[in-house]
């Protein structure tokens, strides 16, 4: 059976438009390793892979930011640009079908963060607005650097910081490494031996040992990670483990998950909760203050705007403000977005380039405006 287009197309490439967002192509065919490295956990489960002639691993199309981002770095174009798409995306969804369409803006290379964080949000919720003028929409926000500024100002040690804010976004990764921080389960699993040198901290040590056991096993030293990297590896995963994080800090970090406000109030009680816990959140505040006047000025009313302190996107290259828009006649997404100032870094680009942009489910779109209200 083929997709049929969307019947309301001519209504979203008239937005693009006005919006000053150049039509973008994209091929269906893309390279799989920056989906697999990058995009998190649950797409990649879904991508469809194959391999080319070669036996380049290659995949059909989930979704559309980094083959953006990666055609922009090819063709080295200049910034700040705005690109739009209209068109297939590619992957197993949990509701049925493999193929649907999707339309976006990403907006890369504007060094006003705020604004264009703003100016995605207002871009996207224009679009739904345009397409579905009988619906009303819920808009709710989320931000990674203010998540990221609670677990420095809890004085949580690197590598707990890391692991805690690649779970931000999944409620059941976030609490699985909140119980497992709470209760380390400690080195008792590993060899006597092994679990010696971990304690010790030598490293050169670990990694001969480890080498050794390699060549014992018949397994080459230099096939994947080497022995120093594993014994490395070992060392940090003890180090985190036996970190505990005290009830004080428990207390405060699932009360600023609970923060769960009108857009309006969210300044205060974020500022609020930072003097009861005793955490300097002052940088990450002013950019959240920024941000916020600038949704009013692009037309946005902050009460219809929640923000969720808990709220985060199962995509791993997201870095900072995230959003979805949705309604409540449909317990999915409508549109999803976010900023991800560290993608196009990792996905070769010469000097950092600020990237914010968003995505519309446009079959969801598509039975909405069969079913209307």
Not at 5 to 31: C, K, N, V
Not at 88 to 114: M, Y
Not at 210 to 221: F, H, N, Q
Request: proline share 6%.
């Amino acid at each position: 059976m083929t997709l049929r287009y969307p019947s309301f197309a001519g209504d979203i490439l008239a937005l693009f438009e006005e919006r000053a967002a150049a039509l973008t192509d994209i091929p269906i065919i893309q390279p799989a390793d920056p989906f697999l490295d990058m995009a998190g956990e649950d797409l990649r489960r879904r991508i469809f892979l194959t391999e080319s002639e070669t036996g380049r691993s290659l995949c059909l199309r989930p979704e559309f930011t980094i083959p953006v981002c990666r055609d922009h770095i090819e063709r080295r174009a200049t910034t700040p640009r705005r690109y739009a798409y209209l068109g297939e995306v590619f992957r197993q969804r949990r509701e049925g079908g493999a193929e649907f369409f999707q339309a976006g803006i990403e907006d890369l290379g504007a060094e006003d963060r705020a604004d264009a964080d703003a100016r995605s949000l207002a871009d996207a919720h224009a679009l739904l607005a345009r397409v579905l003028p009988e619906r009303t929409l819920t808009v709710t926000l989320g931000d990674q650097a203010v998540f990221e500024a609670v677990l420095s100002g809890l004085g949580l040690p690197r590598g707990w910081r890391k692991r805690l804010a690649r779970a931000f976004g999944s409620p059941a990764m976030l609490e699985a490494a909140i119980a497992e921080f709470t209760n380390p389960p400690g080195t008792a699993r590993l060899p006597r031996e092994v679990a010696g040198l971990v304690t010790r901290g030598d490293a050169d040590a670990l990694a001969g040992h480890i080498e050794k056991a390699m060549e014992e096993a018949g397994l080459s030293p230099s096939a994947g990670r080497l022995p120093l990297e594993i014994a490395r590896r070992l060392m940090e995963k003890a180090e985190l483990a036996s970190v505990r994080l005290s009830d004080t800090a428990l207390d405060a970090l699932k009360a600023f998950l609970a923060i769960h406000v009108p857009l309006e109030e969210a300044e205060a009680r974020l500022a609020d909760f930072a003097e009861g816990a005793g955490i300097f959140l002052d940088e990450a505040l002013t950019g959240f203050r920024e941000r916020a006047e600038r949704i009013v000025r692009h037309g946005l009313p902050p009460a219809e705007i929640h923000y969720d302190a808990g709220f985060g996107r199962p995509l791993d290259y997201y870095t900072g403000f995230v959003f979805e828009i949705g309604t409540a006649a449909l317990d999915q997404p409508l549109a999803g977005g976010g900023r991800y100032d560290r993608l196009l870094t990792l996905l070769g680009a010469e000097k950092p380039i600020p990237g914010v942009g968003f995505s519309i489910w446009l079959d969801r779109v598509a039975a909405l405006r069969e079913d209307r209200p």
